[in-house]
């Protein structure tokens, strides 16, 4: 990703309405492969991110037009036959689904691969319902439960008529029994607090949060969750502890002094009411620096 497109991702992440599909989508763009300048067939290089960004759009597009020509053709009569409605379209003729499968992979996390496999993560899989059914004029926010997203279709913040799904499983219903069973095996109890509709900035969060464990468990794919921490941190709300994840990643992707110089500050922080911590991260900084001997 160029640092314009890192300035477009923070400036819509401070936008009055972030729209989290544009989020995800500057995102992926972090993946896209960069032109190799010894190959002299690779002239073009890779799409650009306004490219990519109207790609993405034009699909969504096609989506939502399917959706409302199935509402011409149906008239669903509220929110359960709407909820059937795009469970046959998007999880049926579309065939937008997950497997666990799905969980090793990185396409899983990066919305452009989600639209063009049909697969995905949930959170993924939400995202896609919220946003074509808002192109189709319907109302689907999405839930997020403990270790599993979901949507509701209908309005659960303003007190209005509303059913829950599960993309993930093809649109499958939920009731409030399944939705606790789900809450349950992440290990946390259910509570009604926890059908509010997720936030565009906790969406950005939480899938930059699964790209960042998807690269943690491959060593190999430092450099993705250096990309995915950075952009983490572009937000207006994070975990202060991902400026200590960024310092690690740089000092393990070679950048020795600028991952010790991000140790050192991150360490002056943590001196006003942990010290200890601050003492160990400081001497991080002097192993990183060593390295370079």
């Not at 002299?40 to 096609?62: T, Y």
């Not at 990185?106 to 063009?116: G, N, Q, Y």
């Not at 946003?131 to 997203?149: C, D, S, T, W």
Request: charged letters at 25%; glycine letters at 8%; aromatic letters at 4%.
């Amino acid at each position: 990703m160029t640092e314009q497109s890192r300035a477009r991702f923070r400036t819509e992440a401070r936008a009055e309405h972030p729209d989290p599909v544009l989020l995800c989508l500057l995102a992926a763009a972090e993946h896209l492969p960069a032109p190799d300048p010894a190959d002299p067939d690779d002239l073009q290089g890779p799409p650009s991110v306004d490219a990519l960004l109207a790609a993405c759009s034009a699909a969504l597009d096609r989506h939502a037009a399917a959706v409302r020509r199935a509402v011409a053709d149906r008239a669903p009569a509220g929110p359960e036959e709407t909820a059937a409605l795009l469970a046959a379209v998007l999880g049926g003729r579309e065939r937008f689904h997950g497997r666990q499968s799905d969980y090793r992979r990185l396409e899983s996390s990066l919305l452009p691969d989600v639209l063009r496999r049909r697969r995905g993560l949930p959170i993924m899989l939400a995202l896609v319902w919220s946003a074509v059914a808002r192109r189709a004029g319907l109302a689907v926010h999405g839930i997020a439960l403990p270790g599993h997203f979901i949507v509701a279709v209908g309005g659960p913040a303003g007190g209005e008529e509303y059913v829950l799904a599960d993309p993930f499983h093809g649109g499958r219903l939920l009731d409030l029994d399944d939705v606790a069973r789900l809450v349950r095996a992440a290990g946390h109890e259910f509570t009604p607090e926890l059908l509010t509709p997720a936030q565009p900035l906790d969406v950005a969060l939480r899938v930059l949060g699964n790209i960042r464990t998807w690269a943690a468990d491959r060593p190999e794919h430092a450099r993705t969750q250096l990309w995915a921490t950075e952009l983490a941190l572009l937000l207006p709300r994070h975990p202060a502890q991902l400026r200590l994840e960024r310092a690690e990643l740089l000092v393990r992707t070679g950048d020795f002094l600028g991952g010790a110089a991000e140790m050192d500050e991150y360490a002056g922080i943590l001196d006003a009411f942990d010290p200890d911590s601050a003492s160990k991260v400081r001497q991080e900084a002097r192993a990183a620096r060593h390295r370079l001997n």
